[in-house]
């Protein structure tokens, strides 16, 4: 009954909402959750009102517990400010950033479009962030959550391609001491030539570059975070083998799969639907998992993945944790669903189990790949 008249509430909210400009939106919401934020009544409330506490879906990867496998995706808070906001909504982690060494305003506003009738976003925000230096500072401002807390990170507009691995290391170093996780972000669509490297002439010394930084940073710290590739959905099968091969072969310890689509299948006449740059949410979840099992298969399930793309229901996200994902993450879902889409997928997640006679959320992953 309760959870019924939140949905109603967001639905209702969301009609308002959405007659203004998505990035504005946007940009009030980081506002809101800022101010909020800093009132530790709102913080223990909100964590009382979202979270799903379950033995049954708490995972173990990398050294880490997360209490849900259901994440927020990355590009929400782009610059580590709203973490601590977001981590009592019910997710199991945060991922922030894109972060790149140095501060960039990204592209000319309009960049962000609702295709409201697929459930599916454009964007081409071009990694606009405040640089890795500023989300230093904010991290070492701002409390830290008992979740994990990934951090995604990319390149410089400006850095060719070629000198790519000092941005990712420059930024890897900066934020080491804060991050539990770190992506290697080279999916985006939005920044000229980034996908080119996935080829594996490219990504080769890329990875090895990055890793043996981390190696580095390893000795001086004590501590191992694990790196992820994020993949992006628009590679032919063999691009992909590669790309999966080459991070295995140097020792990536993980894949996020996947970023956002140059493809425009599936959508319907929405007025949005030509514009350049990335689409996210419905039209996105089919070739997202088709990936996520593709890896699954090619790695015999040794290395986990990450699942994201199109995902608004528990069912979403089961589907695909059965083709190989260990977690999912959303983020169109949630501008969608609204805040409660952690909790509800967590819900469904249950049920589901349930019904498939599991106990843990583990022992799904793969089941269909
Ligand atoms: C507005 C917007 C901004 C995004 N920014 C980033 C980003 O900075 N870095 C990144 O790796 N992915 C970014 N993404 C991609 C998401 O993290 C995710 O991979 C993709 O949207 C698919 O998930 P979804 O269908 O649940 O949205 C962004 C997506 C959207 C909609």
Redesign the pocket.
């Known amino acids: 009954m309760i959870r019924k008249g939140r949905d109603t509430l967001y639905s209702l909210w969301r009609h308002l909402l959405f007659r203004y400009d998505p990035e504005r939106v946007h940009e009030w919401t980081v506002r809101g959750l800022e101010s909020l934020q800093s009132i530790p009544l709102f913080l223990s409330l909100a964590r009382r009102f979202y979270a799903v506490e379950n033995p049954g879906l708490d995972v173990s990867l990398w050294g880490l517990s997360f209490p849900n496998p259901v994440g927020l995706?990355?590009?929400?808070d782009?610059n580590a400010t709203i973490y601590p906001a977001l981590s009592a909504l019910g997710f199991g982690y945060i991922e922030v950033?894109?972060i790149t060494p140095l501060p960039q305003p990204g592209n000319r506003r309009p960049r962000?479009f609702r295709l409201t009738q697929d459930e599916a976003?454009i964007?081409r925000?071009g990694?606009n962030n405040r640089g890795a230096r500023q989300a230093m500072e904010h991290f070492s401002r701002l409390p830290r959550p008992r979740l994990p807390i990934g951090v995604?990170l990319?390149k410089n507009r400006n850095t060719p391609n070629e000198q790519a691995f000092q941005d990712y290391r420059c930024s890897l170093r900066a934020l080491y001491r804060h991050g539990d996780y770190f992506?290697i972000?080279i999916?985006?669509p939005n920044t000229k030539g980034l996908r080119e490297l996935h080829r594996p002439e490219a990504l080769k010394p890329l990875l090895e570059d990055i890793l043996g930084e981390r190696e580095v940073l390893r000795e001086e710290t004590g501590e191992i975070r694990p790196l992820l590739l994020?993949i992006s959905p628009d590679l032919t099968d063999e691009a992909l083998e590669k790309a999966v091969d080459v991070s295995l072969n140097v020792g990536m310890d993980g894949f996020?799969a996947?970023?956002?689509t140059l493809s425009r299948d599936g959508i319907a006449s929405s007025p949005f639907r030509d514009e350049t740059g990335?689409l996210?949410?419905r039209p996105?979840?089919k070739r997202?998992t088709e990936i996520i099992r593709r890896i699954h298969q090619q790695t015999g399930g040794r290395v986990p993945i990450i699942g994201?793309?199109?995902?608004f229901s528990g069912e979403d996200a089961y589907e695909k944790i059965r083709a190989g994902a260990s977690l999912v993450?959303?983020?169109?879902?949630m501008i969608y669903r609204g805040p409660s889409i952690a909790r509800k997928i967590n819900q469904e997640l249950l049920q589901l189990l349930k019904r498939d006679g599991l106990s843990h959320i583990q022992e799904a992953v793969g089941r269909d790949a």
């Open positions: 995706a990355a590009g929400f782009k950033g894109t962000l976003i964007n925000m990694f995604n990319g992506v972000n999916s985006s994020k996020i996947t970023n956002t990335g996210s949410g996105l979840a997202s994201v793309g199109g995902i993450q959303v983020y169109t879902g």
